[in-house]
């Protein structure tokens, strides 16, 4: 379970490094990609090893495919590579109901970070 913590911490750093990379379009580049594979090798991964994680991920990521929040190149690697980590371990699990849950508290979050830029420009 420690070692998953620790995929877990890893790879929502190199995702914040990754954002950074697609938020300057001007340097996003090979790095930015590179980036993307690994943080979605360490979260395909960790969702193909955990049912929980699995659950929260996949509600997360579904509702940022809804609002269009993969926007970059670096963010679309990191989505496939998530997909295709998982195809390829083949042990993904979830609980559809909980996954539901996380996706609408997602949605929520992602249109109060909406509202406050917004209002904060």
């Known amino acids: 379970m420690i070692e998953l913590l620790v995929l877990l911490f890893f790879a929502g750093v190199i995702v914040k490094i990754a ?58 690697t990191g989505l496939i590579t998530i997909a295709l980590t998982i195809i390829f371990i083949n042990n993904f699990e979830l609980s559809l109901g909980f996954a539901i849950i996380y996706f609408f508290g997602s949605l929520l979050d992602e249109k109060l970070n909406d509202f406050f830029d917004f209002n904060n420009a």
């Open 19 to 76: 954002d950074e990379f697609s938020d300057a379009s001007e340097k996003e580049n090979y790095t930015g990609i590179i980036f993307g594979l690994i943080y979605g090798l360490l979260l395909g991964i960790a969702m193909a090893s955990n049912i929980v994680i699995a659950t929260i991920w996949a509600g997360i990521i579904f509702a940022l495919i809804l609002k269009n929040k993969f926007d970059s190149i670096t963010h679309l």
